[in-house]
């Protein structure tokens, strides 16, 4: 590659060297599809993401929270944290605890704090649905950007989440906690509206990954275990990725390629991840993403009016650009 490089700086012919430079980009693009993109490559983007170190990091959660899934209620003004990092989404609200917490052991080095998600109520606040429902938590990446991050510039989120002890995950077979990304297709990929010239606005689609529990308490299994799910393939169609045979600290990454595509990698542990981390690639619902609007986080409960949701915990979610 560096030969390549010489080549192009020896030219003197400015169209030439255009060319060869478009061919550069394009190969290096190329090179990153193949190789799945390690998420954590590249350059680290201090304006978004959170090390949760400050030990005055607070939340302002402006309840009762938006459900506007479920009623069309917004309950303006929403939710955000004192460091203008995060905020809560309109759709579903916020999760019904949001607290630092001393950074649980075989975290991050140097690590003191983290950040604890829990819900009760996941649905509309004191009417319990009965029903799996499920509140976010929103990182601020467009505003503090001044727009989203182009999938050209190969952008990557990495995560460490702790996964607790059986016996304090909440006894429901189903999803119970999600990493996810708010990403947008370009508007050529859809057609036009029968009525109009104008083309149909682009549809954001969530990639992610999920973690599915099953629990002895409400399903046959001998022995309660969880699971990655993955968010989607082609067809938008989630599936059952790897089992976490391990608890305690996971590590997990989604990358996007300058072609559209998602990356999704997790490693036990809080090392950085490495190819060898490697779960899947989609072009997700059969879209090809341009831009990275956001990532965020899922809580997950049965929405009964007492019953808890896992305690989760997630530390240093942070941003890269490869490009």
């Not at 990275?292 to 896992?310: E, H, M, P, Q, Y």
Request: aromatic letters at 12%; charged letters at 25%.
């Amino acid at each position: 590659m560096s030969r390549l490089l010489d080549c192009v700086s020896s030219f003197r012919s400015l169209p030439f060297q255009s060319f060869l430079a478009a061919a550069l980009v394009s190969m290096l693009a190329a090179d990153l599809v193949a190789q799945g993109l390690v998420p954590g490559t590249g350059r680290k983007i201090t304006q978004v993401g959170d090390n949760f170190e400050d030990a005055e990091w607070g939340y302002v959660p402006n309840r009762p929270k938006s459900t506007r899934n479920l009623d069309k209620n917004d309950r303006e003004p929403a939710g955000f944290s004192k460091n203008e990092r995060w905020y809560e989404g309109p759709k579903r609200g916020q999760p019904d605890l949001i607290r630092r917490v001393p950074t649980p052991e075989g975290g991050l080095s140097g690590s003191e704090g983290a950040l604890m998600l829990r819900s009760c109520y996941t649905g509309i606040p004191g009417s319990p649905s009965y029903e799996m429902q499920q509140d976010d938590f929103i990182a601020d990446v467009q505003y503090a950007l001044g727009g989203p991050i182009p999938l050209s510039r190969a952008p990557s989120v990495v995560v460490r989440v702790y996964l607790p002890p059986f016996k304090h995950w909440e006894k429901r077979t189903g999803p119970t906690f999600a990493f996810r990304a708010s990403v947008e297709p370009p508007a050529s990929n859809h057609s036009y509206s029968r009525w109009s010239r104008k083309p149909k606005e682009p549809d954001t689609y969530w990639p992610g990954m999920l973690i599915d529990f099953h629990s002895k308490a409400d399903s046959d299994t001998k022995e309660e275990v969880a699971y990655l799910r993955i968010r989607s393939d082609e067809s938008g169609n989630d599936y059952r990725g790897p089992r976490l045979k391990e608890l305690g600290w996971w590590t997990l990454g989604m990358s996007f390629t300058p072609n559209g595509q998602v990356h999704y990698y997790a490693s036990p542990g809080v090392d950085d991840l490495t190819q060898k981390d490697y779960i899947a690639s989609h072009f997700c619902y059969g879209e090809r993403g341009i831009e990275l609007n956001t990532f965020f986080f899922n809580v997950c409960s049965a929405d009964d009016g007492r019953t808890w949701s896992t305690p989760w915990i997630i530390d240093d979610p942070t941003v890269y650009i490869a490009r």
